[in-house]
């Protein structure tokens, strides 16, 4: 079946469809997608879909992957396996959802409708995807089923998706994993099908996702959203006897649940994740596992966490050797475990988190904490327990307390890190753009004495020792170059402003023809890379600098005109 068509089902004009009444909200633009073609929907929210079975001869097997055309590699298929069942040792009857992130095969194609790429520029950093990885949303089915020779029913729908979008892949399976175990593969094709009619996963809009009868209403953040605020979405009334369901989030998980066996720690655990420390949760269940890794790379944010974190590992994973080796220090990765094996294998990790109904929970590590424990937020979540203080409320409050606390951190480094962009008066049309100033550690601790966290939070400490810290960790690193592309994009879109307020006629007048055909290359190429790396640049000022190119071409004689007309660009 090629990449572009249906099975023999009816499927391909549903598709069709669906794809002729393309959202009004699509992203215009130079890099547009003239159409959309049939799965190009489906393919924006997930890659494929899998069902995996329990074969007595094969164990954990990947019975379908739909669309058809998905492609899997052997390697991911085997990863999407082990991954999607819980450890034996976990015994979980009944339904459980839990989530995993698995590392893509190398020298794979990544295929994007080219408007996605738009899509993934306006959303906060933490919600970019990893083009590396893949996310498993799983819905875990073990029920007694004597007619089988196992005794068990054992079967998991699995969403992959290159999204990191939780809550709402999570709320999805909820909806159609029951039916699917009632009425099986018709059911799932036609699952497909309504995600393919979904509109692109624009974010800042309202998105109404219609999924087997039910219509789930949300929004996606942006960057240009204030951290720590999230828009309602509010409840629509029933339209078409279709139920409706508005979605308070796309991505969180339920923060208080997640870090209550452990909230007289939450300040030294948000240390650990900050600085990049090689972490593992044992937990008994991969549900408990998976939420827990997710909340503890959440409680940065808006800080990207940079470094690998695996929501439920086993030992079967392809990098447990990896991962797991003695013989060079932990890599900076947070893996959430079940299998009582790794108590052993992993008992050489300086940081271990214990939570669930396993022995003696709590976090084990000789770290020392830089910070001053905060008394105030442990009193307040205390008392919200005693006043039965619900949990999503609970939630809010250490959200916000995490937010403030690493908005307290990282307002000095965006201070310092402004100081190094060259002034606007230094841009000159004729030379190349300025380059940034380096950074410098020794500098930057100087400023902390008058403009350091003290500005914005209470708390005492070694902030000192902990921004040194920092510096030398993979969050650092992935901050500052996402930082330094910007400001770097920053002085190119100035540059290509600072060309467009010269008379450039009257500049080729004076020049010979040989000066003013590699002005116009130059400038095509300005205009090409302006394209190309999204720079933040006004449309007028693109329009403005290709009339200047037209008439500097137009006055120049007949048969150059032909050529320069012609040549796109170097």
């Known amino acids: 079946m090629s990449l572009r068509e249906r099975s023999p089902s009816g499927a391909v004009e549903a598709g069709e469809n669906a794809a002729a009444e393309a959202s009004p909200a699509e992203p215009d633009g130079p890099g547009r997608c003239l159409s959309l073609l049939p799965w190009d929907r489906f393919s924006a929210w997930l890659h494929c879909v899998c069902v995996v079975g329990f074969d007595l001869e094969l164990g954990q097997a990947v019975e379908v992957i739909y669309p058809l055309h998905s492609k899997l590699t052997d390697k991911e298929k085997t990863n999407i396996c082990y991954l999607s069942f819980p450890d034996s040792n976990s015994g979980c009857l009944g339904d459980t959802q839990f989530c995993f992130r698995f590392r893509r095969s190398t020298g794979r194609k990544v295929s994007f409708c080219c408007f996605l790429d738009q899509l993934d520029r306006d959303l906060p950093v933490y919600l970019k995807k990893d083009p590396a990885y893949y996310y498993g949303y799983v819905y875990f089915r073990q029920v007694r089923d004597k007619s089988l020779k196992r005794g068990y029913f054992q079967k998991s729908l699995v969403l992959i998706s290159k999204l990191p979008y939780v809550h709402l892949f999570r709320t999805m399976l909820k909806q159609i994993a029951p039916e699917y175990f009632e009425k099986s593969e018709a059911f799932l094709e036609a699952v497909c099908s309504d995600v393919d009619r979904w509109p692109p996963p624009i974010p800042g809009k309202i998105l ?51 870090f209550c066996p452990v909230f007289f720690h939450i300040q030294m655990l948000w240390e650990l994740v900050l600085l990049g420390e090689p972490l593992v949760v044992m937990a008994p ?44 220090a932990p890599p900076s990765v947070i893996l959430g475990v079940t299998n009582p094996f790794f108590a052993k294998t992993l008992q050489h990790w300086p940081h271990i988190i214990r939570i669930g109904d396993i022995k003696l929970p709590g976090v084990y590590t000789s770290y020392k904490p830089y910070l001053n424990k905060d008394e105030e937020i ?78 914005t939070s209470g708390l005492k400490g070694d902030w000192i020792g902990l921004y040194r810290h920092f510096l030398k960790s993979p969050n650092f690193d992935g901050w500052f170059r996402s930082r330094q592309k910007e400001m770097t994009q920053k002085l190119e879109a100035l540059h290509l402003e600072a ?54 071409i137009l006055a120049l004689p007949d048969d150059l005109q032909d050529i320069l007309l012609k040549t796109g660009t170097t």
């Not at 960057?223 to 796309?250: C, E, F, W």
């Not at 809010?396 to 403030?404: G, P, Q």
């Not at 190309?532 to 500097?552: A, C």
């Open 208 to 258: 109404h996702l219609p999924i087997m009868g039910i219509i789930m209403k949300l929004r996606i953040p942006t960057y240009r959203d204030k951290p720590g605020t999230t828009p309602i979405v509010q409840n629509m009334h029933q339209v078409d006897a279709q139920i409706s369901m508005a979605l308070p989030t796309v991505h969180e998980v339920d923060l208080f649940r997640c």
């Open 285 to 328: 269940s991969p549900s408990e596992s998976s939420e827990t890794v997710l909340a503890l790379v959440s409680c940065i944010s808006p800080l990207k966490y940079c470094s690998d974190f695996r929501p439920y590992f086993t030992i079967h994973d392809s990098e447990f050797k990896e991962y797991t080796t003695r013989t060079q």
């Open 378 to 455: 442990v009193k307040q979540l205390q008392k919200g327990v005693q006043q039965k203080r619900p949990t999503e409320a609970q939630s809010v409050i250490l959200r916000r307390y995490f937010l403030e606390l690493t908005e307290s951190f990282i307002i000095p480094l965006e201070r310092y890190v402004a100081s190094l962009m060259p002034l606007q008066k230094c841009i000159s049309p004729w030379k190349s753009p300025p380059q940034l100033r380096q950074f410098n550690q020794d500098d930057f601790m100087k400023t902390l004495e008058k403009a350091g966290p003290q500005l």
């Open 499 to 552: 060309l467009c307020n010269e008379n450039l006629v009257f500049w080729s007048q004076k020049h010979t023809e040989v000066e003013t055909v590699d002005l116009v290359l130059k400038l095509k190429n300005k205009l090409l890379q302006a394209d190309r790396e999204h720079l933040p640049v006004k449309t007028d000022t693109l329009k403005k600098l290709q009339m200047h190119i037209n008439d500097i």
